[in-house]
């Protein structure tokens, strides 16, 4: 890059976007016009690349959730241009900080499964893999979420109101989209997705949903203003809000419009392009030769009838050759074996929305009948296998039949499909499932946002290499035994606490010590991430520090953050909980030098970017069998925190990786739980170990106060009065707290040895370059994609 040009050409954009003077422009001047000369930066190549893939084979990754979070520093990481950008800013006086903090998080997505979208792209593009993207462009991200009181408010997100600089609007390649009621213009936004410092750009095509005609004259001459503005408005509710549910699925009809919305203008666009470049195939012989679509979860699946329609109903191809075709196209990955998160559609809201695609999926359902009777299975024995069944179209099913690959994102939950949820179909087609376990980029999750650990990494390595090739942290473990080394890792995690502890100050106005552990959990609130058995530990911890000020312990400061969906009660009465229990803690002048807690206001991508490089524990304490991966547990390890964890997910192939004598592994595992399921009785736990009784009491003595609003209560009758169907503890909170409680014990301990503990963190981090997604990407491109 030519500094002088970029300067030049930044100056130019700035006057130009606002008519300003350089002095009087304001941040938000600053920030618009950094996109612009960046965007001008990279536009050449990305032309190049969208060229030269025209004709290539492509892997479309299908999701409806993108969670890319900010993009003007990671951008600038992966064009290699971060230092000098800041250095030429300085020159003019201005401070990148806080032009950086003028962008609005694109808060595309719920969690995990969002977030590993978008660590995807930028790994597909930085392995050079023709990857595209395709997703909703909606106009409200996920909440943000105001703490009043100790409750959650949610407020919303428009993100873009100020502008969109990462976007390219493509209006020549808008589609048309058929509801049974409407149709709207779907309007593509395309974002570049860099590879790191290479010349790769991918796309991210986010459609918008428009009105056909932008206004209806009809009513507009009549004076019927308002009709005239509702088309507009109907077409427009499409994609205005992110349904910000995380696993809980939404049987709404608008949900199911912006699903089909986002996938048949995306199937529209690929079968457009494929006969504009392949005009001697018009029999889409080779369609699935250049195509593979991957499925992010049971979301995109409507995307599979979609192209048998658009085949069969738009180009004349025969049906059967048409589901060949499709069978040939489709790969599904699924990322939970919650069942309330495995879409089902009544069929009067599949027909209220794409008659069509019904009319599809009834047929692909009798073929699946017809050739497992073939088989020789009964009526009874083909129920788990039918995609339609009392009137409830089963997606995941759908999937299964039409996919040739269908995948987990963890080892332990991939046998869980085989084994359990998926285990009808597994039997009859082993060969489609496969392993894929989930990584993160080290680009935005070190590089970016732990410069001093990514600097000092380099200079222990004598090279950057690592960037590109994560497995060689590994050459870290040459400084296993050198204490110089360790102490510095302990330095930079002091550093790197320290900028912690003044954010928070800024941001939640409580002040904490960066000497202290920094013991966090930051994810989606949900009972089976079990933030309440953090919490009642603390609560217990908390009387045992009241009643016992001399015991030996070791500062520690607790730090949660992450929203709970909005009509998910429990979860906001967990935050409740976190947030009155800050409140008594932190006023307590007896143990105030020992324990703090923390709730950090608006989890987001931008916040983990702060939370992951101060943390000494990491919380992954779901109940075993529960969580598919997570992606968290592996951002903490690579910046060097300690996993606190149970044997699940993705924490079982960190406990491999890094040694589990390096981490620490608490509670049942998954056979246990099994065994015991129906015998568990959690007030069995609840009367024989007093410390459970004192934590699970202290929610109803009066010394929390939840305003009236019986949310401990009902977080208390969870944990031990079974109702209303549901059974007490569902999560085996009470099961596992003993163990928990003693391991917190040993880490108190073991911490204050900081030496050793430097040792395990560096440890952790040299063989967290498994947990990179270039190797997930790679995987897929290989194994399913064959790129
Ligand atoms: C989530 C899982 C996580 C996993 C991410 C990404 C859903 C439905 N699933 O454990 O809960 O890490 O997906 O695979 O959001």
């Not at 299908?62 to 600038?76: H, T």
């Not at 390595?461 to 360790?486: H, I, P, Q, S």
């Not at 065994?675 to 009066?702: C, M, Q, R, W």
Request: aromatic letters at 12%; charged letters at 30%.
């Amino acid at each position: 890059m030519n500094k002088n040009k970029f300067m030049e050409s930044y100056i130019e954009n700035l006057q130009r976007i606002t008519l300003k003077n350089f002095k009087d422009t304001s941040d938000k001047d600053r920030y618009f016009a950094l996109c612009d000369t960046i965007m001008e930066l990279i536009n050449q190549e990305w032309r190049n690349c969208k060229n030269r893939t025209r004709k290539s084979r492509k892997a479309y990754y299908f999701s409806a959730e993108f969670l890319v979070g900010r993009s003007l520093g990671n951008n600038l990481i992966n064009l290699g241009i971060y230092d000098e950008v800041k250095e030429i800013l300085k020159e003019i006086d201005i401070d990148f900080e806080s032009i950086e903090n003028f962008e609005d998080d694109a808060a595309l997505g719920n969690g995990g499964l969002g977030r590993l979208a978008a660590c995807f792209m930028d790994s597909a593009a930085t392995q050079k893999l023709d990857m595209y993207g395709y997703g909703v462009r909606y106009r409200e991200g996920l909440f943000k979420q105001k703490i009043e009181n100790g409750f959650q408010v949610e407020e919303g997100d428009h993100w873009i109101k100020d502008g969109d600089g990462w976007s390219i609007r493509v209006e020549s390649d808008s589609k048309i989209v058929k509801f049974r009621d409407q149709t709207v213009k779907a309007v593509p936004y395309d974002m570049p997705m860099l590879g790191f410092e290479n010349e790769q750009v991918n796309t991210l095509r986010l459609w918008q949903a428009e009105p056909f005609e932008e206004f209806d004259f009809s009513y507009f001459n009549n004076f019927q203003y308002d009709k005239a503005v509702e088309e507009k408005n109907r077409a427009e509710d499409i994609t205005r809000v992110l349904y910000p549910n995380d696993i809980q699925r939404e049987g709404k009809v608008l949900r199911l419009k912006q699903q089909y919305f986002f996938c048949s203008a995306s199937i529209q666009d690929m079968v457009a392009k494929y006969k504009q470049y392949f005009q001697n195939d018009l029999q889409f012989e080779e369609f699935s030769k250049y195509h593979v679509i991957q499925l992010n979860d049971t979301h995109p699946i409507i995307a599979i009838p979609e192209l048998i329609r658009v085949l069969v109903d738009e180009n004349s191809i025969d049906f059967e050759k048409a589901v060949e075709i499709t069978k040939n196209t489709f790969a599904f990955t699924n990322h939970t074996v919650l069942q309330e998160a495995l879409e089902t559609w009544p069929k009067d809201i599949m027909l209220e929305v794409c008659p069509r695609c019904f009319e599809i999926i009834e047929q692909l359902n009798e073929n699946v009948v017809k050739e497992f009777k073939k088989k020789g299975l009964s009526e009874e024995a083909i129920d788990p296998y039918r995609i339609i069944r009392f009137d409830q179209i089963r997606m995941a099913n759908l999937a299964i039949v039409m996919s040739k690959s269908v995948n987990g994102v963890a080892k332990l939950h991939t046998q869980i499909l085989k084994d359990d949820t998926f285990n009808n179909w597994y039997k009859l087609m082993p060969e489609k499932f496969n392993n894929k376990t989930n990584g993160i980029t080290p680009r935005r999750w070190l590089v970016y946002s732990n410069i001093r650990l990514s600097n000092f990494i380099t200079e222990k390595l004598g090279t950057g290499d690592w960037k590109y090739d994560l497995t060689k942290l590994k050459g870290l473990e040459k400084f296993l035994d050198d204490e110089k080394t360790l102490e510095e890792i302990n330095q930079i995690k002091y550093e790197n606490k320290k900028d912690l502890a003044k954010y928070i100050l800024e941001n939640e106005g409580i002040s904490i010590d960066p000497n202290s552990i920094f013991d966090i959990q930051i994810k989606r609130i949900h009972e089976y991430k079990r933030q309440h058995l953090n919490l009642i530990h603390i609560i217990n911890l908390y009387h045992e520090l009241k009643n016992n000020p001399d015991m030996d312990f070791y500062p520690t400061t607790f730090i949660l953050g992450g929203k709970a969906a909005p009509g998910y009660f429990r979860a906001k009465a967990i935050i409740k909980l976190a947030n009155e229990i800050a409140r008594v803690v932190n006023n307590d002048p007896y143990v105030n030098d020992k324990i703090k807690v923390v709730f950090v206001n608006n989890y987001r991508v931008s916040y983990g970017e702060k939370l992951f490089p101060a943390a000494d524990i990491s919380e992954q304490i779901s109940t075993a069998g529960k969580e598919a991966s997570g992606t968290g547990n592996m951002k903490f390890m690579l910046n060097g925190a300690l996993t606190l964890g149970t044997y699940d997910g993705a924490n079982i192939e960190i406990f491999e990786n890094a040694g589990v004598e390096n981490n620490y592994l608490f509670g049942a595992k998954v056979e246990e739980l099994n065994e015991i399921y129906n015998s568990y009785n959690p007030k069995e736990f609840y009367h024989t170990n007093e410390d459970i009784k004192d934590a699970v009491d202290a929610l109803l003595s009066g010394e929390l106060k939840d305003n009236d609003s019986y949310m401990f209560l009902d977080i208390y009758n969870s944990l031990i009065n079974p109702q209303g169907g549901e059974k007490a503890d569902n999560y085996f909170v009470l099961k596992d707290f003993e163990d928990y409680k003693k391991t917190h014990e040993k880490i108190n301990k073991e911490y204050a040895d900081r030496l050793t503990w430097a040792r395990k963190s560096l440890k952790n981090i040299a063989n967290a370059g498994y947990f990179s997604s270039d190797r997930t990407i790679l995987e897929y491109a290989k194994d399913i994609w064959k790129l």
